[in-house]
């Protein structure tokens, strides 16, 4: 991993369950082979972006996998979100990111991003 402690410290988790809601009901989402990722504007502007990772049963039956793909996906979006201001941004995992490369994951990110940030067609 690229991702170093001090690079954390410019994101927010997303923890109280209704926050999870309110931006999986409220964003708009982009799926890519290795992550969906929904994503709202926040009503303050504070500087940080809030994240959430989402990693269910269903992609992975066996703790030791969850675990392991939420640490690939807590570095890679510290990596991908590096300058972002003003969103609350969930991250769920498909399966494919328990086998994909680094590199391919943080790619995967900042596609989703730059998709979820163009002004969509009426």
Do not use: F
Not at 42 to 68: F, M, P
Not at 79 to 107: H, S
């Amino acid at each position: 991993m690229h991702t170093q402690r001090a690079d954390l410290d410019c994101l927010n988790r997303l923890v109280l369950r209704s926050d999870y809601l309110r931006v999986q009901n409220g964003g708009s989402k982009w799926i890519s082979p290795t992550v969906i990722m929904v994503q709202m504007p926040r009503e303050t502007t504070d500087a940080k972006v809030r994240y959430g990772l989402t990693v269910t049963k269903r992609t992975a039956k066996r703790a030791v996998d969850r675990n392991r793909i939420k640490r690939r996906l807590r570095a890679a979006s510290a990596e991908a979100l590096q300058g972002m201001a003003g969103l609350d941004i969930v991250i769920m995992a498909r399966l494919p990111v328990l086998n994909c490369t680094y590199p391919a994951l943080v790619k995967d990110i900042k596609w989703c991003l730059k998709r979820l940030n163009q002004p969509q067609p009426a």
